[in-house]
């Protein structure tokens, strides 16, 4: 069983920084993509950032130059670095894991709301 646990949401003002944590029940070495979808009210759930086991990153259109992806294998913790948010960031982030050996489909942590006010 893989757990993942969330924390670091909240209200900002526009223009101010949040820094999202995900930590692991395992270590960060046997998961083989780890990151963040997000999730508007009545809109689709979409991936934000992830970074792969050999440290490669993807950023959303939306979010980059501003949003940076960053983990601390000795923790087993992925950060999401959110700077100059924007009242369009407001959603509930879910952290995600992939470990295609055990399975195809994702784990997901419990989720973080971010809400961003003009």
């Known amino acids: 069983q893989v757990q993942l646990v969330e924390s670091g949401g909240g209200l900002v003002q526009a223009g101010g920084s949040l820094r999202l944590s995900c930590a692991a029940s395992?270590?960060?070495?046997?998961?083989?993509?780890m990151g963040w979808y997000r999730q508007a009210p009545g809109k689709q759930r979409d991936l934000v950032a992830t970074?792969?086991?050999?440290?490669?990153?993807n950023y959303a259109d939306s979010v980059q130059g501003r949003f940076t992806i960053s983990r601390d294998n000795a923790k087993n913790t992925v950060y999401l670095q959110m700077n100059n948010l924007k009242p369009e960031d407001t959603a509930v982030y879910y952290c995600?894991?992939?470990?295609?050996?055990?399975?195809?489909?994702?784990?997901w942590g419990q989720g973080t709301r971010v809400t961003v006010s003009s």
């Open positions: 395992v270590s960060i070495f046997s998961i083989d993509d």
């Open positions: 995600y894991a992939i470990i295609a050996t055990i399975r195809p489909d994702p784990y």
């Open positions: 970074i792969k086991r050999l440290g490669s990153r």
